[in-house]
């Protein structure tokens, strides 16, 4: 909670600062990067630094968390924190990592802002950001004690046992521990980071969900390559398509994701497009594999069938559900056009959601935007919409 003198101040300076906030993201990663390079060789996304859309989450999430803070002093936004909370974990991020961030942080603030960040007002944001930042420590502390590892010890060798082509552009490989072992447990949903040593010796992460069962001794991410040319957002998912065979082994992290399925027996809406159907399928292995009754919608859009990664395996997994449908939407017909499916937009308005269904939601931003603005329209209440997001969480920096 904000305390009774930094409140007044947070509020009456918000608009300023939120209007600055991108220009301060802009010169905060300047100087971070300029202090310590190897921070954006080995841990941040080249490729979202480049585009700048890790300035537009970081800028969104701490103006998001003041407003908060400033209109519901008696609430802490505990999704918005875990979110970020379990994308740093699966990075292996330290609590000593703060410290640099405030520094770097707030001698940006100093350097846009200028006179106007007087000491009552750099009191009051200082006070924001530890409030941010102690919440994510204390987070990221639980979660790193759940795979066992230190602090910021996340990361292991796994050897690929498996590849096969889904789609031209998505490939798959199964990973097992050394020696044979397995690769361990994981909840349907979550994801891991996988690190490609690149020809220039950066060290770069990216986020993949695990798409199996999770009973499974293996793990199987599903990479889908980026096509950006010299742009570095595709250079991990191009090195993979290029250079992961079976016999070689990756640094992967242990599972992290808060958009897991919870036990019960409520109805599901299970709504995809594109790579989004990773986590949802470990969703629905789970599902078959417990011999659920749930009804459960599933619902995916894509651009054509032949760009649908797991097509098959998606129909029959929802096929051995007693109480599951599928809605297939592409944007083009293509060859092979499944009877599920029709073509145009996907249309959740024109869904028989039963009473009480949550929701998950995975896939390009515009996407689960429009699918949770229908939802809502519909009826279903916010808390029932969960979402996940690969790369940086600019659902709020466009809110």
Not at 66 to 79: I, M, N, Y
Request: net charge negative.
């Amino acid at each position: 909670m904000l305390s009774e003198q930094s409140t007044p101040v947070v509020r009456a300076t918000l608009p300023a600062v939120g209007a600055a906030i991108g220009e301060i993201a802009e010169v905060f990663y300047g100087r971070l990067f300029a202090d310590r390079p190897e921070l954006l060789r080995d841990l941040f996304n080249r490729g979202n630094q480049a585009n700048g859309e890790q300035q537009k989450a970081l800028a969104g999430s701490i103006a998001a968390f003041a407003g908060l803070l400033v209109e519901h002093p008696d609430s802490r936004p505990d999704a918005m924190l875990a979110r970020i909370a379990h994308k740093h974990a699966s990075l292996g991020i330290t609590s000593d990592q703060y410290k640099l961030v405030h520094r770097h942080l707030f001698a940006a603030i100093g350097e846009v802002l200028g006179d106007a960040v007087t000491p009552e007002v750099a009191a009051a944001w200082d006070e924001v950001y530890w409030l941010m930042a102690n919440a994510l420590i204390a987070l990221e502390a639980r979660l790193y004690q759940e795979p066992g590892p230190p602090e910021g010890g996340t990361w292991r060798e796994l050897e690929i046992v498996g590849r096969h082509e889904e789609t031209p552009d998505a490939v798959s490989l199964l990973l097992r521990g050394p020696d044979g072992t397995p690769a361990g447990a994981f909840r349907p949903g979550q994801y891991v980071s996988v690190q490609a040593e690149l020809p220039d010796g950066a060290r770069q992460i990216r986020q993949y969900s695990l798409c199996g069962a999770p009973d499974d001794p293996h793990w199987r991410i599903t990479v889908k390559r980026v096509r950006g040319g010299a742009d570095p957002a595709g250079e991990v998912s191009s090195w993979l398509h290029e250079h992961a065979r079976p016999g070689d082994t990756l640094t992967v992290s242990a599972p992290f994701g808060d958009l897991v399925l919870p036990d019960g027996d409520g109805p599901l809406l299970l709504a995809s497009a594109g790579i989004g159907v990773t986590p949802m399928l470990s969703m629905l292995h789970h599902l078959a594999a417990r011999g659920t009754t749930r009804q459960v919608l599933v619902l995916h859009a894509d651009r054509t069938p032949a760009d649908h990664a797991h097509l098959d395996e998606q129909r029959r997994l929802v096929a051995s559900l007693p109480d599951a449908r599928l809605r297939l939407s592409y944007e083009e017909a293509g060859a092979g056009l499944p009877e599920e499916a029709s073509v145009g937009l996907a249309d959740v308005s024109t869904l028989d959601l039963p009473a009480g269904v949550t929701a998950y939601l995975c896939g390009p931003l515009p996407f689960m935007r429009g699918v949770r603005g229908d939802l809502l329209r519909h009826g279903l209440p916010a808390h029932a919409v969960h979402y996940e997001v690969f790369g940086p969480d600019l659902w709020l920096a466009g809110e």
